[in-house]
């Protein structure tokens, strides 16, 4: 299983940036699929997550701000759309995903997008 992430870039606080990330391989459901951020100096936190159930949890830092999503129950593609971005949103973003493949139930990580956020 592979995850693909993309979608980081340079932007001015304010603006807008949306990542995706796409699952690949022997997938056989997906549980879950979220985004984590790693800001340098910084433990990695979590940003957003959706489970396949459409629950959906976010850090208090974005709430009303970024919005996770999928195209439905069973897309292998997430999204992070990123609104009104502030310099502290500045980090590598990773995505993650919980999947469970005919080996059994694991979890993954995407290889980061580096978003930054200019004052």
């Known amino acids: 299983v592979q995850l693909q992430a993309s979608g980081g870039g340079l932007v001015q606080a304010g603006g807008s940036l949306k990542l995706s990330c796409a699952a690949s391989?022997?997938?056989?459901?997906?549980?879950?699929m979220g985004w984590y951020r790693q800001a340098p100096g910084k433990q990695r936190e979590l940003v957003a997550a959706?489970?396949?159930?459409?629950?959906?949890?976010y850090a208090d830092s974005v709430k009303g701000r970024f919005t996770i999503s999928r195209d439905n129950a069973k897309s292998t593609v997430v999204y992070l759309q990123m609104n009104s971005l502030k310099p502290e949103d500045t980090a590598v973003y990773y995505c993650?995903?919980?999947?469970?493949?005919?080996?059994?139930?694991?979890?993954?990580w995407g290889q980061g997008t580096l978003v930054t956020v200019s004052s």
């Open positions: 993650n995903a919980e999947i469970r493949t005919w080996s059994g139930l694991n979890d993954y």
């Open positions: 959706r489970r396949r159930s459409g629950t959906t949890n």
């Open positions: 391989g022997d997938i056989v459901d997906i549980n879950a």
